[in-house]
């Protein structure tokens, strides 16, 4: 894709699942990558696949340890022109009087408020850059109700308002912003959530599974490569007139 090549761009959560799958792929079209992630495992494995990428290990929930990570990876990458806001965690399944204030807030500080302390980070570099690019990830959950999910639906779709109040905010500095919604994305972090559910309402995984598949239009999850390939999309010179939209790669979830 046009106009990516060259590009200086921070991804969080990097190591893994739909991180790592941008990562790899915006490595390959010669965009120069710093990421962090939680993992000193996941990170080690990651480094190994992308040559000459920056690794950190920092929480996004944590203002030092974000800041210690953007001081590192700017010094190394020189300047900035995109940040990819991937990093979340799926959070508590439950009712609301079942789920803790502190899974609560926990959920939201990392799929949240974490954005919040990247593009706080980020957009001084965007600027003196003349403009980029911000995709943050938000969720199918960001556009239905989500029963016993409430924290992880709560934090996506204020993830969606996030997204509007920066492209009008940014816009006249030529900084785009961006969110893109995976549906149920194939992976450990999926099959945690539906065994979950699959146990708190008495079901086989395989029929909790069947039942989420039949909620989508194309009756498939996703995979974290359909993710990456949208980011690199809104990050090309194709998507430069793109800002403050919502994309689902989701094969049309029809409802949660």
Same mark, same amino acid.
């Given at each position: 894709? !046009?106009?990516?090549?060259?590009?200086?761009?921070?991804?969080?959560?990097?190591?893994?699942?739909?991180?790592?799958? =941008?990562?790899?792929?915006?490595?390959?079209?010669? &965009?120069?990558? #710093?990421? &962090?992630?939680?993992?000193?495992?996941?990170?080690?494995? !990651?480094?190994?696949?992308?040559?000459?990428?920056? #690794?950190?290990?920092?929480?996004?929930?944590?203002?030092?340890?974000?800041?210690?990570?953007?001081?590192?990876?700017?010094?190394?990458?020189?300047?900035?022109?995109?940040?990819?806001?991937?990093?979340?965690?799926?959070?508590?399944?439950?009712?609301?009087?079942?789920?803790?204030?502190?899974?609560?807030?926990? &959920?939201?500080? @990392?799929?949240?408020?974490?954005?919040?302390? &990247?593009?706080?980070?980020?957009?001084?570099?965007?600027?003196?850059?003349?403009?980029?690019?911000?995709?943050?990830?938000?969720?199918?959950?960001?556009?239905?109700?989500?029963?016993?999910?409430?924290?992880?639906?709560?934090?996506?779709?204020? @993830?969606?308002? *996030?997204?509007?109040?920066?492209?009008?905010?940014?816009?006249?500095?030529? =900084? $785009?912003?961006?969110?893109?919604?995976?549906?149920?994305?194939?992976?450990? $972090?999926?099959?945690?959530?539906?065994? !979950? $559910?699959?146990?708190?309402?008495?079901?086989?995984?395989?029929?909790?599974?069947?039942?989420?598949?039949?909620?989508?239009?194309?009756? $498939?999850?996703?995979?974290?490569?359909?993710?990456?390939?949208?980011?690199? *999309?809104?990050?090309?010179?194709?998507?430069?007139?793109?800002? !403050?939209?919502?994309?689902?790669?989701?094969?049309?979830?029809?409802?949660?």
């Amino acid at each position: 894709m !046009a106009g990516l090549s060259g590009q200086r761009i921070v991804v969080t959560a990097g190591a893994g699942g739909i991180g790592l799958a =941008i990562a790899q792929l915006l490595h390959a079209y010669g &965009c120069r990558i #710093a990421f &962090c992630d939680v993992s000193d495992e996941a990170l080690a494995t !990651a480094s190994a696949e992308l040559p000459g990428a920056f #690794a950190m290990r920092a929480d996004v929930s944590s203002e030092t340890e974000m800041e210690c990570f953007f001081t590192a990876a700017l010094d190394k990458l020189g300047g900035l022109d995109a940040l990819i806001n991937n990093a979340g965690i799926a959070g508590p399944t439950g009712g609301v009087e079942a789920i803790s204030p502190s899974d609560w807030r926990r &959920c939201i500080d @990392i799929n949240l408020t974490g954005q919040f302390l &990247c593009a706080h980070l980020a957009v001084p570099h965007l600027k003196a850059a003349g403009g980029g690019s911000i995709v943050n990830m938000s969720s199918s959950a960001g556009r239905h109700g989500y029963a016993f999910r409430t924290p992880y639906s709560a934090a996506k779709f204020g @993830i969606i308002g *996030f997204t509007q109040s920066l492209a009008k905010e940014l816009g006249p500095d030529n =900084i $785009r912003v961006n969110a893109i919604l995976p549906g149920i994305v194939a992976g450990p $972090r999926m099959e945690g959530v539906i065994r !979950a $559910r699959a146990d708190q309402v008495g079901v086989s995984f395989e029929e909790m599974e069947a039942r989420y598949l039949q909620t989508i239009s194309l009756r $498939r999850m996703v995979t974290p490569q359909d993710v990456a390939a949208s980011v690199a *999309f809104l990050l090309s010179d194709a998507g430069r007139n793109l800002s !403050a939209m919502s994309f689902n790669v989701d094969g049309n979830v029809e409802t949660l």
